[in-house]
T-cell receptor, first 113, second 114 residues
């Protein structure tokens, strides 16, 4: 199993541009979690899906953020328009073999200038 | 006050030392407790997972949970330079589909020097 795969690994964009982050979860499970990590706030849950349906999006900071999971093997997190304060590392996570905890991808390192 | 408090360190120890990492929490409803290790510019890697109170050992690592005190610990025996990383404690309320809804501590930066 290749684990959770995220792309792009690094993104530098200008303020106001649209950013799309992608995630391919571990196969065989139907839950997926998006987290954000910053120096100030640490790791925070943004949104999670079960059976491709968003269950809890209370961590999404504002309407500029949206996430989709069109099928069990793919999810996107979109920021439109992006702002410098969105600069962070965005992690996708999905359940592993045991199904009772989650495993993280390598993250997408976003810088908005 | 944060739900999960973790001393950010940094913590620097000599190779071979026993390392003790700790977290306290305020929400008594937390049932699942985890420790993640994060190397620089990498994703968090699951290290230990425990349910409710008790101890769990895996090689050089021992995790302890004391729910009565709302306190969890991770011990690393015979620490190695390769253990140098940030260690994050994490907790969740229940199983089911929300087990991945984790509340993290701020992380403790550990350096093990030869």
């Amino acid at each position: 199993d290749a684990g959770v795969i995220q792309s792009p690994r690094h993104e530098v964009t200008e303020m106001g541009q649209e950013v799309t982050l992608r995630c391919k979860p571990i196969s065989g499970h139907n839950s997926l979690f998006w987290y954000r990590q910053t120096m100030m706030r640490g790791l925070e849950l943004l949104i999670y899906f079960n059976n491709n349906v968003p269950i809890d999006d209370s961590g999404m900071p504002e309407d500029r953020f949206s996430a989709k999971m069109p099928n069990a093997s793919f999810s996107t997190l979109k920021i439109q328009p992006s702002e410098p304060r969105d600069s962070a590392v965005y992690f996708c996570a999905s359940p592993g073999i045991t199904g009772n905890t989650i495993y993280f991808g390598e993250g997408s390192w976003l810088t908005v200038v | 006050q944060k739900e999960v408090e973790q001393d950010p360190g940094p913590l620097s120890v000599p190779e071979g030392a026993i390392v003790s990492l700790n977290c306290t929490y305020s929400n008594s409803a937390f049932q699942y407790f985890m420790w993640y290790r994060q190397y620089s510019r990498k994703g968090p890697e699951l290290l230990m997972y425990t349910y409710s109170s008790g101890n769990k050992e895996d090689g050089r690592f021992t995790a302890q949970v004391d729910k009565s005190s709302k306190y969890i610990s991770l011990f690393i025996r015979d620490s190695q330079p390769s253990d140098s990383a940030t260690y994050l404690c994490a907790m969740s309320l229940t199983g089911g589909t929300s087990y991945g809804k984790l509340t993290f501590g701020q992380g403790t930066i550990l350096t093990v020097h030869p």
